[in-house]
């Protein structure tokens, strides 16, 4: 038994967690800590700094990398910072960062579509091309995606955010099918409705869709941070070696009602 749960142990591994300063990936980021990984948090915000230095205080290091994952040449010199702190390593990349905007169709900004796909969706391919390249030379790697219920369904009012993870879902299955041979497992995990400051202005903009969602969630609420941790610990573990492609919900039931 005690050699099945060392499989789940992330001790000696490396990761970097982009928007992981606060909210669901902040989660994340301390779960891949508490299981061993040395982790590096990447945030456009200052707050990583302060984040990183409060889940390091015991354990494996905590790094801050601070830098916009928007503009494709900061991406990659900020990923290079990333990996300088790693030694030059990386086992895990979880691609967390993410914005969202509502508005009707009819009137969405073409800045702000275009603002979400570079972070939602382009990031997350420049990112995984970067650890691809590192990871392929190791034979060994995980990547993880953060995907979204519509990247099954396209929701209303969010149709930049429904086409950025909708694609996620998609370079997760295509970047699977190219590295899954060469020990890199590419996965994403679908949060269904989780309250975090992301999904906060729904309640205000929309309070009877708020309302309306909360009713078909069959566990009853909404999720929280922890809800993800057990999953992400797995697919980032030698016992998910076999996991690679899907793209998993963690809703509450929500998807099979
Ligand atoms: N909250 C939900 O209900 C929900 C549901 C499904 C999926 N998600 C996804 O989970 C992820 C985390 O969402 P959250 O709810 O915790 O949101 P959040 O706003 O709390 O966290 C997102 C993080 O990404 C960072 N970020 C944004 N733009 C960035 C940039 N240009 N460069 C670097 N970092 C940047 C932010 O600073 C922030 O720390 C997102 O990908 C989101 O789409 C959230």
């Known amino acids: 038994m005690d050699q099945f749960i060392t499989k789940f142990s992330l001790e000696g591994k490396k990761a970097v967690v982009t928007g992981g300063a606060k909210g669901l990936c902040q989660g994340i980021a301390q779960a891949l800590h508490d299981a061993g990984a040395e982790v590096v948090l990447l945030d456009v915000l200052d707050l990583v700094t302060e984040t990183a230095e409060e889940m390091g205080s015991q354990g494996a290091p ?15 010199a900020v990923y290079g910072e990333c990996l300088e702190k790693l030694d030059g390593h990386i086992d895990i990349l979880l691609n967390g960062a993410g914005i969202q ?7 969405f900004p073409h800045d702000r579509w275009q603002k979400i796909l570079d972070i939602n969706l382009s990031a997350v391919f420049y990112l995984s091309q970067l650890a691809g390249r590192t990871m392929l030379e190791q034979h060994y790697g995980r990547i993880i995606n953060i995907a979204s219920m519509t990247s099954f369904f396209g929701s209303v009012l969010v149709p930049a955010y429904a086409a950025s993870k909708a694609g996620v879902a998609q370079i997760t299955k295509a970047l699977s099918n190219e590295w899954a041979g060469n020990g890199i497992t590419v996965n994403a995990i679908a949060p269904g409705y989780m309250a975090t400051e992301l999904t906060r202005n729904m309640k205000e903009v929309n309070p009877e869709q708020y309302k309306e969602i909360t009713g078909r969630i069959p566990a009853g609420r909404w ?3 922890e809800d993800l941790q057990g999953l992400v610990v797995f697919l980032a573990s030698d016992a998910a070696a076999y996991v690679s492609g899907a793209v998993i919900p963690v809703d509450g039931g929500f998807m099979a009602k």
Do not use: M, N, W
Request: proline letters at 8%.
């Open 101 to 107: 905007y509502r508005c009707p169709a009819v009137d």
């Open 62 to 76: 905590v790094h801050a990398v601070k830098g916009d994952l928007s503009d494709e040449e900061s991406l990659a």
């Open 223 to 225: 999720g929280e941070p």
